[in-house]
């Protein structure tokens, strides 16, 4: 780790382009090097300080930028999700955790190791390794803190609250187990990868020994079908299609409406960034798959394969929930997961996984499901829609939310800066 | 124990000892390596100091052990059940202390310490169980010592051919180094989980012992690892008393340790953290190699 703290000092001085010039012992000749060149003579030197996007690098997903990367990033096939408690005790110890972490994601992002290695066989790699030779996959990494992380005594942190940021309230029929509930930081790698998603918790954590420790985790995954060369909406394992109505993710007036934190909204450092709400929901597969089809639909609200709203042909037509039939009825039933989340009039943004971790020890049934993932500037959002759904939406009978939690994720990074910035500057 | 393929048991046996098994040709042996060390004496300067005063620590241990061996084999062979009982986690402490050594030698390592599980793990059944682990079954689950004394006599002449053999086992920087690591993941894998000490329950002195083992070496190292990365030397020295200050928590008046089957799963928990928190750190203590 010896290497990265290096890296930290020099970050800490933020040092002049005149005083980087000297250093590299360019001179004059040197002065036509851009800001993006001096990462590479550093590097020459020995030193990573500026580390940046490479954007030669295969299946890259940006790391710095205006907001953090995994949120509005096309949706990958893996996640890893990592909920971690601190054990640090103080400020500077967790701003220190953050700076060590943010050069070790972007070189994961951009497919490399997270260091160079020893030349001493006696040491263990620093990186772990199982990542090598695979290219960057789409890796995402997505840094959030929870609500628990403010009531930390030591950390001092408790005035930058943001007052959303609370345990989401109990809903109806939540089992909740404290095993897959809250976390002080949350860490969601998603790559077009399992096992680089699974890589960079895992280095992430290992750097971090002894000043975190995982509260839970859970993998997931999703398939997208391919029609006429274009990306499908994924399913779920109830075999629906997941995420038709998110907001256009490339539209920033959209995702300015629905995600983003706007100045002015809530604390400061959090303009830019959004809300993680992540629910562990488990799908009674074996209740599921002994309905009828049409009471799957109704159970939706939508058409299974093609996952039209009842009525209509395409995935894409209006939902139109108002539609009634000849003797007056709704077309799409009142109790339908559907209806009731439309009628909540409130927007999020979906990013959900499948999972499938075993059996339920007491039950002998899959333990499988969703990873339910949303985004959106305020956690109310989800809270009105999920009590719209409440006792009423009829796809209660088929599943279970086991666990849950809600961060405050950051906004983006800015090159020669670190994770969480903003937080730390207004101490 | 340290659970090993049968294949590399046999292997690590023929090339420390040719087949020897009594405690005099060993003496022979040792003496041998002995003058070949001084004249070899080739990477070895590295770290001498540290090195000797490694092994002079681990010499200690394990007469320590033969000593405490012997009177737990008394114990036995007079039929003194409760002597037995209370003579046997404190005697193995001696052994776990040193295990980075004491384990070099892949044919008295089981028959001093091998556990069932890991003999029918080889193939092996009962017939072929010997040393601590045979008399604690008779000791907690048959509460007897009676048919146990061949096993007794067998054990202290293992841990006296043990002690003789030591003295042959080139001690280097890296084995020192792995050995703290290896020490900590014996905890986290066998101990924390209650499955060394399966009848008598006394996994948390193997616990101690294993950590003071692991202890030693970073103190005798931390001059060294003080001068090349003093941020490492002062986490250590505070992982270390984390894990201490744990273990302090479940001490007995007498100086001893709860049974296992009194912790409950969030305390295992805790130590098996405290115990990964300390390994990590101390599998950087190489650093001072490069």
Redesign the interface.
């Known amino acids: ?2 290497e990265t ?1 290096n890296d930290e000092k020099l970050l800490d001085k933020k040092f002049t382009r005149r005083q980087m010039l000297k250093m590299t012992g360019a001179g004059a000749a040197g002065i036509a090097i851009g800001a993006s060149g001096m990462g590479g003579i550093l590097k020459a030197f020995g030193k990573d300080v500026f580390l940046d996007d490479d954007h030669s690098a295969t299946n890259k997903v940006n790391f710095y930028g205006k907001h953090q990367s995994g949120i509005a990033t096309a949706v990958q096939t893996n996640i890893y999700f990592a909920s971690l408690n601190v ?1 640090v005790k103080s400020k500077a110890e967790l701003q220190e955790l953050f700076k060590m972490w943010t050069p070790l994601a972007v070189r994961m992002m951009n497919g490399e190791t997270i260091g160079v290695e ?3 066989g ?3 790699p620093k990186d772990t390794g199982e990542a090598k030779g695979l290219d960057a996959r789409n890796l995402s990494i997505t840094f959030g803190v929870g609500p628990s992380l403010f009531e930390i005594k030591e950390l001092g942190l408790s005035s930058l609250k943001p007052a959303e940021l609370k345990d989401l309230p109990h809903f109806p029929k939540d089992q909740l187990e404290e095993a897959y509930t809250g976390g002080d930081i949350c860490i969601q790698a998603c790559a077009d990868d399992p096992q680089v998603a699974f890589h960079a918790v895992r280095n992430l954590i ?1 750097a971090a ?2 000043k975190v ?1 995982l509260k839970w985790s859970q993998a997931g995954f999703n398939s997208f079908p391919i029609e006429n060369g274009k990306k499908q909406t994924p399913r779920n394992l109830f075999a629906f299609k997941d995420g038709t109505e998110n907001p256009n993710s490339s539209s920033e007036s959209d995702m300015n409406k629905v995600v983003w934190v706007q100045s002015g909204d809530s604390k400061p450092w959090m303009t830019g960034g959004t809300y993680l709400v992540v629910r562990r929901i488990q799908l009674h597969l074996e209740t599921w798959d002994r309905t009828a089809l049409k009471e799957q639909e109704n159970t939706f609200g939508r058409h299974r394969d093609s996952g039209a709203p009842l009525g209509k042909k395409k995935e894409f037509d209006a939902m139109d929930i108002e539609r009634k039939d000849e003797n007056g009825n709704y077309i799409v039933p009142e109790t339908s997961h559907v209806f009731l989340a439309k009628k909540a009039k409130a927007r999020i943004m979906r990013r959900s996984y499948s999972y499938s971790s075993g059996i339920v020890d007491a039950t002998g049934a899959y333990d499988a499901g969703l990873v339910f993932i949303s985004f959106q500037k305020n956690p109310e959002q989800f809270i009105k829609i999920q009590n719209h759904l409440g006792r009423l939406d009829k796809l209660n009978e088929y599943i279970t939310h086991r666990g849950s939690g809600v961060f405050a994720c950051f906004p983006g990074i800015k090159k020669g800066s670190y994770i969480g910035e903003a937080l730390f500057n207004t101490l | 124990m340290k659970v090993k393929s049968l294949a590399a048991i046999l292997l690590a046996g023929s090339v420390v000892l040719t087949g020897c098994n009594s405690s005099d040709t060993a003496k022979k042996d040792a003496s041998k390596t002995k003058t070949e060390d001084t004249t070899g004496a080739k990477s070895s300067a590295v770290l001498q100091k540290e090195v000797n005063a490694y092994k002079d620590f681990a010499l200690e241990q394990l007469d320590k052990f033969t000593i405490e061996t012997e009177k737990f084999v008394k114990a036995v062979k007079s039929g003194d059940v409760a002597k037995a009982k209370e003579i046997y986690p404190t005697a193995r402490m001696y052994y776990e202390r040193s295990e980075p050594i004491a384990e070099r030698f892949g044919d008295l390592d089981p028959r001093i310490d091998a556990r069932l599980a890991d003999l029918k793990a080889e193939g092996q059944g009962e017939e072929d169980w010997t040393g601590y682990h045979k008399i604690e079954y008779g000791l907690w689950k048959e509460n007897t010592t009676k048919g146990y004394e061949k096993v007794a006599d067998k054990l202290l002449a293992d841990a006296k051919e043990l002690r003789a053999r030591v003295e042959t086992v080139e001690v280097t920087p890296d084995l020192m180094m792995t050995g703290a690591v290896d020490l900590l993941n014996e905890v986290s894998t066998s101990k924390i989980t209650g499955e060394e000490e399966i009848f008598s329950h006394t996994d948390l002195y193997d616990f101690k012992a294993n950590v003071e083992g692991a202890e030693k070496i970073f103190t005798t190292l931390e001059p060294q690892i003080k001068n090349k990365d003093p941020k490492l030397a002062n986490d250590l020295t505070e992982k270390f008393k984390a894990v201490n200050d744990l273990l302090a928590k479940y001490e007995t008046k007498d100086g001893g340790y709860v049974l296992y089957t009194k912790l409950t799963k969030e305390d295992t928990k805790a130590l098996a953290e405290a115990v990964n928190h300390l390994g990590e750190p101390l599998s950087q203590m190489g650093i001072i190699m490069e």
Request: no cysteine; aromatic share 8%.
């Open positions: 780790m010896t703290n054990l020893y030349k001493n006696i040491l263990p290992r020994s002894g420790s």
